[in-house]
C-alpha cells in the first residue's frame, strides 16, 4: 500500500474534512507506527513517498485523534538536531484481548503498537465450560480492565477454539468447548453492555486464525504471502495465509486439520471419528503418550515438557513421537498448501524445540517433494498469538479509519 | 471489475493512444465476450455501467483489433430494430492449447469464447513418456493446427500432470510421467522456433490448476470464490480457488493432495511412501480394485466404468471402494480449505456419476462439521477442462490487453 496524494496535488484539507485521501494516509502512517513502535518524522517521509509537510499534517492529525504523540529522544550522543519520533499516545485508545482456550480464560488491555497494560488468566473451572459461564468470566475480565485503565476503550476482541462464522461471528463448532451454533458476539455484546452501560464493539475469531493474524502483523509472518500457523493445543488447527490474506473459507471454517483423519484405525477422537490428527499431536496424545492421566492443563502439559527437557526418557520419547506425526501432518499441509514457512504454537513449540530433527525427517519423508523445504520456526509472541491476534481483530476498524478514535467516548 | 471513465468525463481517446482506462475498458468488454459469448449492444452497455457511445467506441476498437465483430441476428420475431449482437470475430486470433497426460497428448486450436477450431489426440506410446519425445510430439501437433488454421495464433498453453515453477515455467515434479525438473517452457518454445520460424509463447500449467481455472472463468466454477477441482487420473491433483484468486502456494506447488498420506499401512506408491491418496483413488487403483491387470489407459479405465454402468457387481464394487475413500479425501480437503464446492474430474466424474451416496456418506462421516456440506458436481468440460484451462492461460495476456493482438503477425 502506497500513499496517495490528493488529486489536486496540495496537501490541503484538515481533520474537519476527512476525505477518502487523507483517511488512507492517516492508516498508513498509524499502521507502521502500529507493526514498527516509534518512527521518525523522516521515516515515516521515506515510507509514505509523500512531503515532510504532508507527513507533518498526517501526524498532527493522528496528535489530535488521540492515537499518536510526538516525543524527542533523550540520551545517546547524536550529532546535530534530533528527529522528533512519533509513536504510540501514552493516554491513547487500548482494546481488550481475549483467549478463551478449553481451561483457561486470558485477558489483557492492549494499546496501539501492542502494548500491553494490564492481564489477567482466570481457570474455566472443572467440568464443560458452558457459554454462559464463560461468557460471565470473559464480561467480568473486560470490565475489570476497562475500570483499572484511564484511557479509551475501542473494542473487544476474543478468541476461541472453534469454527467462527465469518458474517455473525457465531461459534459454529468448538469440540473441545463442547459447544455448538453459540452466538458469542451476540451473548457477549449484550453482557458487556450492561456491565459497563453502554456499547463496546465485539469482535469474535478462530484461535489459529487469530495466531497466523498476529504473527502476520506483527510478528514471525511479516515476511510471508504463504504462511501457515498450527497451533496445539487441547486442540488442533491452523490458521492460513494464502496469497497475502488469510484464508477463510466460504463462511471462516477453513484450518481445521486437527479432525483430519491420518489413520483410520487411530484413537477415538471425541469428535465421534477415530484417528484425527489432533488424537496423535493434542495436548491429550502428548500426556497418554506420557503415562500421565490427567486433564490437558497448561500445568500438567507444562510438567511433561518440563521433564522431557530435563532428560526424562519416557517424556522425551513422547515429544518425540508427537514430533513424527506433526512431521507427517506438516508434510500432508506442504502439499496442499504449499507454505514457505509453518509456526508452530502451543506446546507444539516445545516440541519443535525439543525434536525439530525428528519433525524434519518425518517430513521429508512425507512431502511431495522433499527438495523443496519449508521453514518452520516459533511464533515471535510464544503462547499470547492468539490473545494478540484478538486485539488484531479488535484494532482492525481503527487501523482502517483512524477517525473512528474520534466516537471513542 | 467495473469500468472507467476517464478522468475528463470524456469517452475519448482512439486505438492510436492506448491509454490504462481505455485498456482496462476493452479487457472489460472482451472478457464478457469471451466467457458468455456473443452479446448486444445493449447488455454491454449495462454490464459495463458506461454510455452507449463509449461501448461504441470501445466495440470499434476491438472490431479493428480483430478481436469481435458485430452482427444482426436473423430469424426469430422480435419487434422493433434489431439490436446489434457483438461476438467473437470468425477469423480473429487464437491459441493452442494442450494437455499432456500420461498415456497420451490432446492437443486443440481455441477461438475467443472457447470456439474449437480443431484437435488431435495422439499416444505417447509405450513405456516412460521421455520430455523429448512429448516436446515433439506437442510440436507437431502446434504446428499440424497452424499450418490447418488461416487464423493468427497467439500463445501455446500446455497443461502437465506435475507441479510447475510459477516463475521459470518449468515442471519441477510429474511423478507420473517420471520427469524431475524438466524446463519444459523452454524446451517448447526452442522446438516451436525453429518449427514455424517465429516466436510463440509458450505457458505451462499444471492440469488441476487449470481445469480449475477453466472452470472458474467459463464453467461451473462462475458463481464461486472458493472451489476446488480435485482430478483423478493416473494422479490424482487439486485446483485451489480460495478468495477468488488460484492459490499457487510459495511457487506453484500447492494442491499435490495425491499424495498425501492417509494411510501409512496402506499400499506403495511410486514415489516410494505408502498409502498415498493417489493409491486409494487413482486410475491404477480402480483397476486394480476392479481385478483388471492392465495399464491405465483412458480405454482400460472407460471398460471398468462402462461395466459398472451395466451392472457389473466387482467393476461396481470397486467403483464404490474408490468413492468411500474419495469422501474421506473429501473431507480432509472440507476441513482445511471450507470450500464452497468441489467439482471432481478426470474418472472422479464417473465415480460421482455412479456412486454419489457412498462418497457423501463417506463426506459426512470425515467432515468436522457435517451439517454444512459442501456441494459436489460435475465439471463443465468434462475431460477437457485441463485443455481448456491451457487455452485460457494463454489467452490470459491477451484478455488482459487486447490491444496486444495487434502484435500478431
Not at 519520533?85 to 489483557?108: C, E, K, M, R
Request: hydrophobic fraction near 45%; glycine fraction near 12%.
Amino acid at each position: 500500500m502506497s500513499a496517495l496524494e490528493p488529486p489536486g496535488g496540495a496537501p490541503g484539507g484538515s481533520a474537519a474534512r476527512p476525505d477518502a485521501i487523507r483517511r488512507h494516509n492517516l492508516a498508513l502512517i498509524l499502521g507502521h507506527i502500529h507493526r514498527d513502535g516509534a518512527l521518525t518524522r523522516a521515516e515515516l517521509t521515506s515510507r509514505l513517498g509523500v512531503s515532510r509537510s504532508t507527513v507533518g499534517a498526517l501526524v498532527a492529525d493522528l496528535t489530535s485523534l488521540g492515537l499518536v504523540e510526538e516525543s524527542v529522544p533523550t540520551g545517546g550522543a547524536r550529532v546535530g538536531r534530533p528527529s522528533h519520533v512519533v509513536g504510540p499516545h501514552s493516554a491513547g485508545p487500548f482494546v481488550v484481548g481475549v483467549d478463551v482456550d478449553v481451561t483457561h480464560v486470558t485477558s489483557a488491555g492492549i494499546g496501539i503498537g501492542g502494548e500491553v497494560l494490564g492481564r489477567s488468566t482466570v481457570p474455566i473451572g472443572p467440568g464443560r465450560p458452558r457459554p454462559e459461564r464463560v461468557v460471565d468470566l470473559v464480561a467480568d475480565a473486560v470490565a475489570a480492565l476497562v475500570a483499572g485503565c484511564a484511557r479509551p476503550v475501542l473494542a473487544v476482541g476474543v478468541s476461541v477454539p472453534g469454527t467462527v462464522d465469518r458474517r455473525t461471528r457465531a461459534v459454529g463448532v468448538a469440540p473441545n468447548l463442547e459447544w455448538r451454533d453459540v452466538p458469542l458476539r451476540d451473548l457477549l455484546s449484550e453482557r458487556l453492555g450492561k456491565r459497563l452501560g453502554s456499547v463496546l464493539p465485539v469482535w469474535i475469531g478462530n484461535d489459529a486464525d487469530l495466531s497466523v493474524l498476529a504473527e502476520l502483523s506483527r510478528g514471525n509472518a511479516r515476511d510471508c504471502r504463504d504462511v501457515v500457523y498450527l497451533i496445539g493445543r487441547t486442540g488442533v488447527g491452523a490458521g492460513v495465509v494464502v496469497n497475502g490474506a488469510p484464508l477463510m473459507g466460504r463462511d471462516g471454517r477453513a484450518g481445521e486439520v486437527g479432525h483430519n483423519v491420518v489413520d483410520t484405525n487411530g484413537p477415538e477422537c471425541h469428535c465421534g471419528k477415530r484417528g484425527c490428527l489432533e488424537t496423535f499431536i493434542g495436548d491429550q496424545a502428548l500426556l497418554a503418550l506420557a503415562g500421565r492421566d490427567v486433564p490437558p492443563t497448561e500445568a500438567n502439559v507444562e510438567a511433561v515438557l518440563a521433564d522431557a527437557r530435563a532428560g526424562d526418557e519416557r517424556a522425551l520419547s513422547a515429544v518425540r513421537t508427537v514430533a513424527a506425526w506433526l512431521g507427517q501432518a506438516l508434510g500432508n499441509l506442504a502439499n496442499t498448501l504449499d507454505p514457505q514457512r509453518v509456526i508452530l504454537g502451543g506446546s507444539l513449540s516445545a516440541v519443535l524445540e525439543l525434536a525439530r530433527p525428528d519433525i524434519e525427517r518425518a517430513l521429508e519423508h512425507y512431502a511431495f517433494d522433499p527438495h523443496h523445504p519449508v521453514e518452520l520456526t516459533l511464533p515471535r509472541f510464544g503462547a499470547d498469538s492468539a490473545l494478540l491476534g484478538a486485539a488484531e481483530l479488535a484494532f482492525s476498524e481503527v487501523l482502517e479509519d483512524p477517525y473512528l478514535a474520534a466516537t471513542v467516548p
